[in-house]
C-alpha cells in the first residue's frame, strides 16, 4: 500500500510539472519528438495540431495531449515509424498509458486515486456490495424478495425519500470529486496551454467537439479504426449510442425528480409519461451502444491503447450495460412477483455505477473534455513558433 | 467484378508493392484483367518507399479542393527543366504533369484522402496535394481497395528472374518459402508483366560500385543512409539491364539525396531525420571549413542538393552550426542538436579542429553585412569577403547556445532505371516489349536526370502506374481473346 502512495504522490508531483517524468510520459515526450519533426497525421486530430506549437513535451503538455487523444488508432495505423520499425511509435498506446496516470493522480481523494489500478477489482466489489445493500434492504423492508402484494408500486418497496437519501450523497460525492479532480487538471494544464482565459466560444467549441465526438471521425468523415486499418464508423455509432443513452436516463430521473418534487406526481410512471419516454430510450441506447463498445472492444487491434487499463473499460460497460439491462426488465416486470428482486439488482446496479463515476473510465469524458477546452482556447493564440517554410 | 479463378491464365502480374505498383494493379483490374501483385517485404513492410512519401505535385489551372491558386503546365515543367538541368523526356515529362491534375479523383475513389499542406510545408500549398496521415495511409488505402476488387495479392515474394523471349514476357519467378522453411522458386506465367519493384538505394554494393572510389581513396557509398525501404536491392533492375539487355537510362550516381541527420538509422529514417537549419546557419565539413553558400535559396528548393554536396566532403560529414536566434524558426529535428555554451566549445564536442573552425566562424561572422533579417524572403543579409559567399539570411553566430547537427548523404532513390516511352513499355534495342511494362522509381530517371522537387516521385509513379495498368491490361485481354479463339 505504501508503494501505492508513493506512486500516486510521484504522479501527482509530475502531472503538475514537478521531479522526474515518469516512464510513460517519457515515452510520449520521446515520441512526440518524432511525430514533431514528422507531422503527417495533423490532420487525423486535435493531438498533431497541438503538438505542432510545442519544441518541447514536459509533463503538463504530455498530460493535456494525452487526454487530447481518443485513441481512434489512425495515427498508429497511417505511422511509417510504428512497430517493427525501431523508432517503434504507438501514439494511442503510449497516449492511453499516461492517460491512466493521469486518472490516478488527479482523482480526489488522492488516496482514492489507487481505485483507478486494480479497476476490475473496484468495479467488482462495488457491484457486490451495492447488491448486497439493497438486496438486504429489501428482505428488510419486505421480508421477501419475490411477490407481494401491490405490485408494481416502487415506492412501496423502497419509499422514495430512503433512496434520496442513499443516492443524493453518492451523486453529489461524485460530482464533486470529479469537479474537483478535474479543476485541478486545469489549473495544471492551463499554463502549458498559452494560459489565456477561457472564453464563451471555447466552451461552445468543445461542447460541440464532445458531443458530435468530433475526433473519431478521422478527419475525414469516414470514422475510425478497429481491427485493422479500414476505417469504421462502428466505434463512433457505439460511443454516441453509450453517451447519448445515458444522458437521456440521467434526463428521466431528473424529470422524474421534478415531478416528484413541484407536481406530487410520484412514480411509478409508465408510456407515455416523459419519465418513461426518456427512460426507455436512453436505456435501450445505452444497451444497444455499450453491447457494441464490447463486441468491438474484443476484437481491437492489439497495438491500440493500453491492455493494463482493459478491466477498466470492460467493467465500465459492463455496470452501464447491466444498468440498463435492469432497468428495462424492472419496466418489463412490473406486475409480475419478479419486480422486488429486479428492482434490488436495479438499484444495486445503479449505486455501483454511481459510486464508482469518480475512480473509473468515466473519468476519461471529463478530462478530455477539459483538454479539448484547452484545446479551444490555445488554437485562438497565434503560435510562437516561426518555422522557416510557412 | 468476378473473382479470377485461380487456375486460369493470369492476365497481369504485378511485381512490387509500392504507390506505382499499386496504381498499376488497380487500373488493370478495374479495365477487367485477373491481377496478381507480389511484393517482396512481408505486410507489415509492405509499400516500399511510398510509406515514407506525403504528397503529390499536382499541375491546377485554379484552385482545387486542397490545393490553392493555380499550377500550370508550364509552370511545373520550368520547375522540371530547372531541377534536372534538361536531363529529362519533354513528351514524359509533360505526361506526367497532365496527368496529375487528373489522378486525384481516381486516388479518392480508392480510398486516399487528401488535406491542406501541413504546417512547416505551407510552402507547398500551391504545388502538393498532401495524403493524409501520409504515405503509408495511401498504401493501405490501395492494398484495401485491391483486394476489394478481387487483386490476388502474396506478400514475401520477391522475384529474382525473368524469363522473357524476343522482348516477350513469358514467366516470373518468385522466391518461395517451403512449409518445412526451405527456400524454393516458383514459376508464374502471365500474359502481361508490370514491373514497379523500385529502384536500387539498398543495394550496398551496386551502390559502391556505382560511386566507386573517390580522390581521398574513401568509398563514399559506405557513409550514405538509405531513407526507404531495404528491399529496394535492385535485384529486377539489374537482371533486365544485365541479363536482358533492356534500354537503360539514367546514371547510376544519380538520385533523390538529401542530407540527413547522421544519426538516423540505415534504412527507413524517412522525413523525420531532415535537418531544416541549413539556412539559418553555416555547414561546416570535417575540415572545419564551410564550402557551400547556405543561403543561396529558399530551403524548400535547396535541400535536395545537399545529399550530394555532402557526399563530395572528406568522410562524407557535415555540421550544420546554429545559435540561439535561429531556434524555433525551422522544423524541429527528431534528434537533440549538440548544444554547447562557446563555439569553442562546440568545436571540441563535434571533434573538430578549434582553430580551424574558429577561424571559419569569425571569418564569416565578420564577413555578415547588417540587413534586415527575413527569413520568409530572399532578404539582404549577405557576407562579403568570405568564399563561398552565403547570399542570404547570413547573420553573425554570435548567441548562446550553440547547436550543431551532423549531416550524411540520405538517399531516398536511384535514377539509373529503364528506359520507356508513353506506353510504359520496357525496351529492348530500342524496340518497345509488347507485354512488360515499368512504372515508379525503375524508370523515374526518364523524367528526372538529376536533381528532385518535392512530390515528383509520386507524380511519376502514380501516372505511370495508371499507363502501365491500362496497357497491361489490354495486351492481356487481347492476347487472351487471340488464344481463345485460335
Known amino acids: 500500500m505504501r508503494a501505492l502512495e508513493n506512486l500516486i504522490q510521484d504522479a501527482r508531483q509530475l502531472a503538475a510539472g514537478h521531479g522526474p517524468a515518469s516512464p510513460a510520459v517519457t515515452e510520449v515526450a520521446r515520441q512526440m519528438q518524432i511525430c514533431n519533426a514528422c507531422r503527417y497525421c495533423e490532420g487525423f486530430c486535435a493531438v498533431f495540431p497541438a503538438m505542432t506549437r510545442r519544441l518541447e513535451f514536459g509533463a503538463a503538455d504530455v498530460h493535456y495531449l494525452a487526454n487530447l487523444c481518443h485513441n481512434c488508432g489512425a495515427c498508429l495505423h497511417a505511422c511509417q515509424y510504428a512497430p517493427p520499425h525501431e523508432f517503434a511509435v504507438n501514439v494511442p498506446q503510449a497516449m492511453a498509458q499516461v492517460r491512466g496516470e493521469t486518472y490516478v493522480a488527479y482523482a480526489w481523494p488522492a488516496a482514492l486515486g489507487k481505485l483507478y489500478q486494480r479497476n476490475g477489482l473496484t468495479l467488482s466489489l462495488a457491484l457486490a456490495a451495492g447488491l448486497a445493500l439493497f438486496l438486504l434492504l429489501a428482505l428488510a423492508l419486505n421480508g421477501s424478495l419475490w411477490g407481494g402484494a401491490s405490485a408494481g408500486d416502487f415506492s412501496k418497496r423502497f419509499p422514495h425519500n430512503l433512496m434520496v437519501f442513499m443516492f443524493a ?88 425528480t421534478v415531478y416528484h418534487y413541484a407536481f406530487g406526481w410520484h412514480a411509478p410512471y409508465d408510456l407515455p409519461s416523459l419519465p418513461k419516454l426518456l427512460g426507455v430510450a436512453g436505456g435501450v441506447s445505452l444497451l444497444l451502444g455499450t453491447a457494441g463498445l464490447f463486441k468491438l472492444k474484443l476484437t481491437r487491434h492489439p497495438l491500440h491503447g493500453d491492455a493494463a487499463q482493459n478491466p477498466m473499460d470492460y467493467g465500465f460497460i459492463a455496470l452501464l450495460f447491466l444498468t440498463s439491462a435492469s432497468g428495462l426488465l424492472l419496466w418489463l416486470a412490473r406486475g409480475t412477483p419478479a419486480l422486488a428482486l429486479l428492482l434490488a439488482l436495479h438499484l444495486g446496479v445503479v449505486m455501483a455505477l454511481f459510486a464508482t463515476l469518480p475512480y473509473g473510465k468515466f473519468a476519461h469524458g471529463i478530462f478530455r473534455s477539459a483538454a479539448l477546452l484547452r484545446y479551444a482556447v490555445e488554437k485562438r493564440q497565434p503560435s510562437t513558433l516561426a518555422l522557416g517554410d510557412d | 467484378m468476378p473473382i479470377p479463378d485461380k487456375h486460369a491464365t493470369l492476365d497481369v502480374l504485378v511485381i512490387g508493392g509500392g504507390n506505382a505498383a499499386l496504381c498499376a494493379a488497380l487500373m488493370a483490374r478495374e479495365a477487367g484483367a485477373s491481377v496478381l501483385l507480389l511484393e517482396a517485404a512481408p505486410r507489415e513492410w509492405r509499400g516500399g518507399n511510398s510509406a515514407h512519401t506525403r504528397n503529390l505535385r499536382c499541375m491546377h489551372d485554379a484552385p482545387q479542393d486542397v490545393l490553392v491558386d493555380a499550377y500550370p503546365e508550364e509552370e511545373f515543367w520550368q520547375d522540371l527543366l530547372k531541377v534536372t538541368g534538361g536531363l529529362t523526356n519533354e513528351q514524359l515529362a509533360r505526361r506526367v504533369i497532365r496527368d496529375s491534375s487528373t489522378c486525384r479523383s481516381w486516388m479518392r475513389s480508392h480510398g486516399v484522402h487528401f488535406q491542406p499542406s501541413l504546417s512547416g510545408a505551407l510552402h507547398t500549398a500551391r504545388t502538393n496535394a498532401f495524403f493524409m496521415g501520409g504515405g503509408k495511409a495511401l498504401v493501405n488505402a490501395y492494398f484495401r481497395s485491391a483486394e476489394k476488387l478481387g487483386v490476388q495479392v502474396r506478400y514475401d515474394a520477391p522475384v529474382n528472374r525473368l524469363e522473357i523471349v524476343n522482348g516477350h514476357f513469358v514467366a516470373a519467378h518468385v522466391q518461395v518459402q517451403r512449409p518445412d522453411g526451405s527456400a524454393d522458386t516458383e514459376r508464374i506465367t502471365a500474359r502481361a508483366c508490370v514491373l514497379a519493384a523500385g529502384g536500387f538505394e539498398s543495394n550496398r554494393d551496386w551502390l559502391r560500385e556505382a560511386w566507386g572510389t573517390n580522390e581521398r581513396g574513401e568509398t563514399p557509398s559506405d557513409n550514405f543512409l538509405i531513407r526507404g525501404t531495404k528491399f529496394n536491392q535492385g535485384v529486377l533492375l539489374r537482371h533486365l539491364l544485365n541479363d536482358h539487355g ?177 506506353t510504359a513499355a520496357v525496351r529492348f534495342g530500342d524496340v518497345p516489349s509488347d507485354n512488360l511494362f515499368v512504372a515508379g522509381e525503375m524508370m523515374a530517371g526518364n523524367v528526372l536526370g538529376k536533381g528532385y522537387t518535392a512530390g515528383v516521385g509520386m507524380s511519376i509513379g502514380t501516372a505511370f502506374g495508371r499507363i502501365a495498368g491500362v496497357q497491361s491490361a489490354q495486351e492481356a485481354i487481347q492476347s487472351g481473346a487471340h488464344h481463345a479463339r485460335a
Open chain 1, 169 to 256: 450523497p453518492v451523486f453529489l460525492w461524485a460530482v464533486l470529486a470529479l469537479g474537483l479532480g478535474v479543476r485541478r487538471f486545469l489549473r495544471d494544464v492551463s499554463p502549458a496551454t498559452s494560459g489565456a482565459a477561457i472564453m464563451t466560444g471555447d466552451a461552445l467549441q468543445a461542447t460541440q467537439d464532445v458531443l458530435k465526438l468530433k475526433y473519431l471521425d478521422g478527419g475525414h468523415g469516414e470514422g475510425c479504426h478497429n481491427e485493422d486499418d479500414a476505417f469504421t464508423l462502428s466505434r463512433s455509432r457505439a460511443h454516441h449510442l453509450t453517451f447519448y443513452g445515458f444522458m437521456l436516463c440521467f434526463a428521466a430521473t431528473s424529470v422524474a
Open chain 2, 246 to 422: 533492356a534500354d537503360v537510362i539514367g546514371d547510376p550516381t544519380q538520385a533523390h539525396m538529401v542530407a540527413i541527420d547522421a544519426r538516423a538509422p540505415l534504412y527507413d529514417g524517412g522525413i523525420c531525420t531532415r535537418i531544416d537549419c541549413v539556412s539559418l546557419g553555416v555547414v561546416v565539413n570535417r575540415e572545419a571549413q564551410r564550402f557551400y553558400d547556405e543561403g543561396e535559396d529558399f530551403w524548400p528548393k535547396r535541400y535536395a542538393i545537399w545529399g550530394r554536396l555532402v557526399a563530395q566532403q572528406p568522410g562524407q560529414i557535415a555540421y550544420s552550426i546554429i545559435d540561439a536566434k535561429a531556434i524555433g524558426r525551422f522544423m524541429p529535428p527528431v534528434f537533440p542538436g549538440v548544444k554547447a555554451n562557446t563555439l569553442k566549445e562546440l568545436a571540441g564536442q563535434l571533434g573538430l579542429d578549434r582553430n580551424t573552425f574558429m577561424r571559419t566562424l569569425n571569418d564569416y561572422n565578420n564577413a555578415c553585412q547588417a540587413g534586415t533579417f527575413d527569413h520568409t524572403a530572399l532578404d539582404n543579409c549577405h557576407t562579403e569577403g568570405v568564399m563561398p559567399a552565403k547570399t542570404h539570411w547570413a547573420r553573425p553566430i554570435d548567441t548562446a547556445p550553440f547547436y550543431a547537427y551532423a549531416l550524411r548523404p540520405g538517399v531516398t532513390f536511384t535514377y539509373l532505371g529503364l528506359k520507356t516511352d508513353e
